[in-house]
């Protein structure tokens, strides 16, 4: 494979998420990390129906998931309200974890 004229390492060059889309960063356990990305791997582009052809598409479906299982869980099914001005969400892990 000879290198493409846009990268030198011959690697396609990124997509850009759309305007829609917005970039996630997360700490996780190495394990989880291996055991989606693994998930990620069998099962895109297979001749059965159900596997993700990107890995943001696979993270995006399971984190939807999570939301709607959490808003049943806690708000009634609905979507929660806003987080208000000024407030954040907790950064890091907790102390002694």
Do not use: C
């Amino acid at each position: 494979m000879s290198p493409s004229p846009e990268t030198p390492e011959g690697k396609a060059p990124r997509k850009k998420a759309s305007p829609a889309q917005r970039k996630l960063n997360a700490y996780v356990a190495p394990e989880v990390q291996e055991a989606i990305k693994r998930a990620h791997y069998w099962t895109s582009n297979r001749p059965r129906p159900g596997g993700y052809r990107t890995f943001s598409a696979l993270v995006e479906d399971v984190l939807r998931a999570k939301a709607e299982e959490l808003q049943a869980a806690f708000n009634d099914g609905q979507p929660f309200d806003p987080i208000p001005d000024g407030d954040t969400l907790q950064q890091g892990r907790p102390l002694g974890q």
